[in-house]
C-alpha cells in the first residue's frame, strides 16, 4: 500500500530523451559557450566565427564532401572506442591501431599493382582489419590474462607504434632516392575511387574532395555494428561481460575471451582508418597520417552514447568541426587550426567527464513536473477528492 | 681516462636535465595516483605550465612571476580535474584526455593570438629565464682529479629547478612515509571507505593531493620553457608527461623506484642522442627509434608481469560514492 506505483507523492518518472538527448545537448552548449569565451579572449566575435565555421563546414558542396570525408574517420575511430566501451574496456589506442591499419593498407597496395582497384579495395581493408586488429591483440590480451590496465598499455602501445612506424618510414619502405619518410606513390589503378569519380560512373557530377568510397564503408560498419552488438549471441555475451563481469562468468560467459573479442574488433575498426586516408586520399603511406583520430573517436563515441545512430550524428559533428575549423585560419588572422583542438577538448571534457553536471538539476525539475502530473492525475481519477 | 670520465660526466649531466621535468611530472602523478585519482593529463598540466610561464616571462621579463604563472595553470587545471572525477564522479581518464586535448589546443592558440609568431613565445632574454646555480671554488677545485670534473661538470651550473626538484624527491618520501597526511593520502588510495569511516573527508583529501599535482607538472612545464628552454614552442613536452606516467608505473608509484625510472628512462635519452648513426661493434647501427620507444615497452613487460609486478593504489580510478 504505502509502495503503490505512482501515488500522490511519488517522484515522477524522468523521460528517457532527457538522458540520451537533452543532457548530450547541454553539455555541448556548455562547451561551445566555454569555446566562445576563448575566441573572446583572443580577440574575435564568436557568433561571426562560429557562422563562418558552420558555412565552410556545410555552406556548398565541395565543403560538404571534405566535411564527410572527416567524418568516416570519426565513425571507424568512434564505432572502435565503442565496442569497447560496451564491453566495460577503455581503448585510448586507437591512434596507433588506425596507424598500423594504414600500413596494412598500404602494403597490400603496394605490392598489387596493376591489380583491379575492387580487388585491392577488399584485400586493403581486410590487411588494415589484421593490423589494426593485431596491435589491438597485445594489450587485450595482457588484460584478459594478466590484468594488465588496457588503458596504460594502449597508451604505451600508441608510443610504441609511433616509434616502430618512423623507423619503417625512415629506414625500410621509404621511396629509394627520397628524402622525405614516405612510400612511393601507389599505382593510380590501385587507389579507392573517390566519390566525385565513383558518382560519375552513374552520371552524378559532384565537386572533386577527398571524401571516398571508404564512406560507404563506414556507414556499413555502422549497421555490421548494430547488427552484431544486439542481434547475436556474440555482442549479447560481449555486452554482458561490459556489464557485470561476475554476472557473466556466473552465465558460463569467458569474460577474458570476451574482452580480446572486442579489442580485436575495436583494433580492426581504427585499422579502417588507413583504407580512407591511405587508399583514399594520401595513396602513399605518409608519417602520422592519424593526427588525432583516435582521440576524437572517444569524445564521439561518448557523445553517441556508443550507439551507431549518435556516432554518426556526433563524428558528424566533429568533421564539421575539422573541416569548419580548419578553415578559419584563412579568415581570421588571430585563428589558427588547434582552435578545433580546443573546442574538442571542451566537449571532450563535458560530454564526457562531466556528463553528471546537469543531471540532478534536469532530472530534479522532470520529477517535479512529473510529480505534478501525476496528483492532477490522481486528483481526476478520485473525482478531485483526493 | 680523462676523456672517458668526462664523457660519462657528460652523459650524467644530460641525464639530469632530461630527468627532472620527467621526475617533476611522475611524482605529481604519484600524489594523486596514491590519492585514488589517475591523472592521464599530466602531459596536458605540463604543457599548459611551459605556455603561461613562458608567456607571463616573455611579458614581465621575470622568470619568478613566470614560475608562478606556469604553478597557477597546473593548479587550475588539476582543479578542473578534480571538479569532474571528485565532485561530479566523472571518469577520470577522460577527463584526463579532455584536459590534454584542451591544452594541446589551447596553448598554440593563445601564443598565436597574444604573440603572433606562428604558435610559440618570442625567445627569452636570459633575465627572463629561471638561472642556473653557479657553485663556488670551481677554479680552485678544477685541479684535483675526478673530483674536480665532477664538480665542475656534474655540480656546478645546474638550474635552480634542478635543486628544488632534488629537495622536493627527498620531502615527498618524507611526506608520503613519514606523516599524518601521507598516512592519509595512501589510505584514501587503498580504501576510501575506511578513511570515510574515520571521519575524514575523502574529497578534501583528494582534493589536496590533487592541488600538489597541479603543483608540480607547473614546475615541470615552467622548467621546460623557462629554465631549460628559452621559451615555449608548439608541442614543447612532445610526450614527456605520458613518459612522466609509464615511469610512476615503471617505480611502482614509490619515490625512490620512480626517481630511478626517470633517470633510467633519461638516459636512455641522453644515450640515443649520442649513439644517432654511431657503429656499434657486432650489433651495427641501432634505430634511433628502437631507443625511443624502449621505456614504452619496459613498461609494458612489467605491467604485463614480467618484470617484477606493479600494483597500483587498490582504489585509483574509481570515484568514491558514500554509502547511504
Known amino acids: 500500500m504505502l509502495l503503490s506505483g505512482s501515488g500522490k507523492g511519488q517522484p515522477g518518472a524522468v523521460p528517457g530523451w532527457v538522458g540520451y538527448a537533452l543532457l548530450p545537448v547541454l553539455n555541448l552548449l556548455a562547451a561551445f559557450v566555454l569555446s566562445g569565451l576563448v575566441i573572446l579572449v583572443i580577440g574575435e566575435n564568436p557568433v561571426d566565427v562560429l557562422s563562418l565555421l558552420l558555412s565552410e563546414a556545410l555552406g556548398y558542396p565541395e565543403a560538404i564532401g571534405y566535411t564527410l570525408y572527416y567524418t568516416t574517420d570519426y565513425i571507424f575511430t568512434g564505432l572502435a572506442v565503442a565496442i569497447a566501451f560496451h564491453c566495460g574496456l577503455f581503448n585510448i589506442g586507437g591512434e596507433g591501431q588506425a596507424y598500423l591499419g594504414g600500413l596494412g593498407a598500404g602494403l597490400v597496395a603496394l605490392a598489387l599493382t596493376g591489380w583491379p582497384w575492387p580487388v585491392v579495395a577488399v584485400l586493403a581493408v581486410v590487411a588494415s582489419a589484421l593490423f589494426g586488429a593485431a596491435w589491438a591483440f597485445i594489450p587485450a590480451w595482457l588484460q584478459a590474462k594478466r590484468g594488465s590496465h588496457i588503458v596504460i598499455t594502449t597508451i604505451m602501445f600508441n608510443f610504441i607504434a609511433a616509434s616502430i612506424m618512423t623507423w619503417l618510414l625512415v629506414d625500410v619502405l621509404i621511396r629509394p632516392g627520397s628524402q622525405s619518410p614516405e612510400t612511393r606513390e601507389f599505382d593510380p589503378g590501385v587507389w579507392l575511387p573517390s566519390m566525385d569519380r565513383a558518382l560519375g560512373w552513374f552520371g552524378i557530377t559532384i565537386p572533386a574532395s577527398p571524401l571516398n568510397l571508404s564512406f560507404l564503408w563506414a556507414l556499413a560498419c555502422c549497421l555490421l555494428f548494430h547488427v552484431f552488438l544486439r542481434r547475436t549471441r556474440w555482442g549479447y555475451e560481449l555486452r554482458t561481460v561490459g556489464r557485470n563481469e561476475r554476472a557473466a562468468v556466473y552465465a558460463g560467459i569467458s569474460p577474458s575471451r570476451n574482452i580480446i573479442v572486442a579489442m580485436l574488433i575495436s583494433g580492426a575498426l581504427a585499422g579502417f582508418v588507413g583504407v580512407n586516408e591511405i587508399l583514399g586520399v594520401q595513396h602513399r603511406v605518409i608519417l602520422n597520417f592519424t593526427g588525432g583520430v583516435g582521440f576524437v573517436g572517444i569524445a564521439v563515441a561518448l557523445m553517441g552514447r556508443n550507439h551507431p545512430v549518435g556516432i554518426i550524428l556526433a563524428a558528424l559533428l566533429f568533421g564539421v568541426l575539422a573541416q569548419g575549423g580548419g578553415q578559419l585560419s584563412f579568415e581570421y588572422p588571430t585563428i589558427n587550426r588547434e582552435l578545433v583542438m580546443v573546442i574538442q577538448g571542451l566537449v571532450i571534457l563535458f560530454a564526457g567527464a562531466m556528463e553528471n553536471l546537469f543531471k540532478p538539476q534536469v532530472e530534479a525539475l522532470f520529477r517535479r513536473r512529473g510529480t505534478a502530473a501525476a496528483d492532477a492525475a490522481a486528483d481526476a481519477a478520485t473525482g478531485g477528492r483526493g | ?324
Open chain 2, 1 to 324: 681516462m680523462e676523456d672517458a670520465l668526462l664523457l660519462a660526466l657528460q652523459l650524467l649531466g644530460a641525464t639530469i636535465r632530461v630527468a627532472t621535468p620527467l621526475v617533476l611530472a611522475a611524482f605529481a602523478g604519484m600524489y594523486c595516483e596514491r590519492a585514488g585519482v589517475v591523472d592521464i593529463g599530466l602531459e596536458g598540466k605540463m604543457l599548459a605550465g611551459a605556455f603561461f610561464s613562458a608567456a607571463v616571462a616573455s611579458a614581465t621579463l621575470n622568470p619568478w612571476l613566470g614560475l608562478l604563472a606556469g604553478i597557477a595553470a597546473g593548479v587550475a587545471l588539476a582543479l578542473v580535474h578534480g571538479f569532474a572525477c571528485i565532485t561530479h564522479n566523472g571518469n577520470q581518464v577522460v577527463s584526463g584526455m579532455a584536459i590534454n586535448i584542451l591544452v594541446a589546443g589551447l596553448a598554440p592558440t593563445l601564443a598565436y593570438a597574444w604573440f603572433q609568431q606562428g604558435g610559440q613565445t618570442p625567445l627569452l632574454p636570459n633575465q627572463a629565464r629561471i638561472p642556473a646555480v653557479e657553485l663556488p671554488g670551481v677554479e680552485a677545485l678544477s685541479g684535483v682529479p675526478v673530483l674536480g670534473p665532477v664538480y665542475r661538470e656534474l655540480l656546478n651550473g645546474n638550474n635552480v629547478l634542478i635543486w628544488v626538484t632534488l629537495v622536493l624527491v627527498i620531502a615527498t618520501h618524507w611526506v608520503l612515509y613519514r606523516t599524518r597526511f601521507g598516512l592519509r593520502l595512501r589510505a584514501v588510495g587503498e580504501n576510501p571507505a575506511a578513511v570515510d569511516t574515520a571521519g575524514l573527508s575523502v574529497a578534501k583529501l583528494r582534493y589536496q593531493a590533487l592541488l600538489v599535482t597541479g603543483v608540480l607538472t607547473g614546475m615541470a612545464g615552467s622548467y621546460l620553457s623557462t629554465g631549460h628552454g628559452a621559451g615555449f614552442v608548439r608541442d614543447m613536452t612532445a610526450g614527456k608527461g605520458y613518459l612522466a606516467l609509464a615511469a610512476l608505473i615503471f617505480g611502482k608509484w614509490r619515490p625512490g623506484p620512480t626517481l630511478f625510472a626517470c633517470l633510467l628512462f633519461a638516459f636512455t635519452d641522453a644515450v640515443q642522442v649520442r649513439l644517432q648513426g654511431v657503429v656499434l661493434p657486432g650489433i651495427g647501427v641501432i634505430p634511433v627509434q628502437f631507443i625511443q620507444m624502449l621505456p614504452y615497452v619496459l613498461t609494458v613487460l612489467l605491467l604485463a608481469g614480467f618484470v617484477g609486478k606493479a600494483i597500483a593504489p587498490k582504489a585509483s580510478g574509481i570515484p568514491y560514492v558514500k554509502e547511504r
